[in-house]
């Protein structure tokens, strides 16, 4: 059961070296989407807040009077909603505090990227169509449903999510599907542009194999097909294997970008390389 506690903070604009904005905003610590590979887990801020996450959810309740005051002083030009929690998760249906916050950012003019999995932003439309909202990073994938349970058990379901993107996408609003973790093996992204039609373009992004949790990731995948546990070790251990997999992964997302001629981006994460997360 996840745990809500109502808590009052000092600042809510953080710099940050993502270029996505000059400053996140996060309107609560933890998620109650509980997924397995988000990268927050790594976060050395977050790992301090005791308790599993996924399992608790503060709610920074002055986070609206907080940005008020901060947006006169330090003057952003852009910022980035929800670079360690999910600014519309259920939580937000009751307290309406990135709602609130959305509002301050278009009166006082400020520009701002989101990044979400959640299909409750479309009761934002009115909202983000003033026209600052400058981007939505929605993340979506296409895993089984068996294999969803371990590894995001608590997440809105991908048909909402395409459902959410689209409705989105014929309000004019800028979306920008975001495929993450592609998980080697079991994600399938053939026709993947077929299914958002008005989007320009789908981005991807490889599953981090530099995770704090790889092992339960990977424990997670592999107890339901037992079969790939060699393949994933290999692609712990083996640099060749490792680059030579998504090398072939680009090739077969090549592929579908020349036929759906859509705009793309890849992500894959160096080989080895600790998870350095610099998102505040």
Not at 40 to 63: F, H, P, T
Not at 86 to 101: A, G, H, L
Not at 174 to 181: A, D, G, L, R, T
Request: proline residues 5%.
């Amino acid at each position: 059961m996840t745990e809500f506690k109502e808590v009052k903070i000092s600042r809510i604009l953080n710099p940050t070296s993502i270029d996505l904005g000059e400053y996140v905003i996060n309107p609560f610590m933890g998620c109650e989407y509980s997924c397995l590979y988000c990268y927050v887990r790594s976060n050395k801020v977050i790992s301090k807040r005791l308790g599993k996450w996924g399992e608790y959810v503060d709610i920074r309740i002055n986070a609206p009077v907080l940005l008020e005051k901060e947006i006169i002083s330090k003057k952003p030009k852009c910022v980035l909603l929800g670079s360690t929690t999910d600014c519309f998760q259920p939580v937000e249906n009751k307290y309406k505090i990135t709602s609130r916050m959305l509002e301050i950012l278009n009166k006082h003019r400020v520009y701002y990227n989101i990044l979400t999995r959640s299909p409750n932003i479309v009761e934002y439309i009115d909202l983000l169509k003033q026209g600052f909202c400058k981007k939505i990073y929605f993340t979506i994938n296409n895993i089984t449903s068996e294999l969803k349970n371990k590894l995001e058990p608590k997440s809105p379901g991908f048909e909402l999510r395409f459902k959410a993107i689209n409705k989105m996408l014929d309000e004019n609003i800028s979306v920008v599907p975001y495929f993450s973790p592609i998980l080697p093996w079991l994600s399938n992204f053939k026709d993947i542009f077929t299914l958002f039609p008005k989007s320009d373009s789908v981005e991807f992004e490889g599953l981090n194999m530099n995770l704090v949790n790889i092992t339960d990731i990977i424990s997670g995948i592999t107890s339901l097909y037992p079969d790939l546990k060699t393949k994933y070790e290999k692609l712990l251990h083996d640099k060749t294997f490792y680059d030579s997999f998504w090398a072939s992964v680009k090739k077969d997302i090549i592929k579908e970008v020349i036929s759906a001629k859509k705009n793309y981006n890849v992500y894959i994460h160096n080989f080895g390389n600790y998870f350095n997360n610099k998102y505040t």
